[in-house]
């Protein structure tokens, strides 16, 4: 059974930074592409940050050169450092891999202007 828990969320000024972990067990972690998806209120989820098995990286637009995506094999955790963070961030963030199953609880991110 697939279970993901995202942390380190949190409430920040516009500017700031947060940096998300999400533990996974349940998958081979290593041999999966893993994703880091958001939803905000009233707004569909999204995915915004996909790092490969292989390690290559790619973002949604809306992130690119302000968050990055990593992860540690052996602990079968997978990060998310954001940086620069603005207030159409706010959503809560969830980890997964491409073809999503079950979703953990997520994590609550608020920016604040």
């Known amino acids: 059974q697939v279970q993901l828990v995202e942390s380190g969320g949190g409430l920040v000024q516009a500017g700031g930074s947060l940096r998300l972990s999400c533990a996974a067990s349940?998958?081979?972690?290593?041999?999966?592409?893993m994703g880091w998806y958001r939803q905000a209120p009233g707004k569909q989820r999204e995915l915004v940050a996909v790092?490969?098995?292989?390690?290559?990286?790619t973002y949604a637009d809306s992130v690119k050169s302000r968050f990055t995506i990593s992860r540690d094999n052996a602990k079968n955790t997978v990060y998310l450092q954001m940086n620069s963070l603005k207030p159409e961030d706010t959503a809560v963030y969830y980890c997964?891999?491409?073809?999503?199953?079950?979703w953990g609880q997520g994590t609550q991110v608020t920016v604040s202007s």
């Open positions: 790092l490969t098995s292989g390690g290559t990286t």
């Open positions: 997964n891999t491409l073809k999503p199953g079950a």
């Open positions: 349940g998958i081979i972690f290593s041999i999966n592409h």
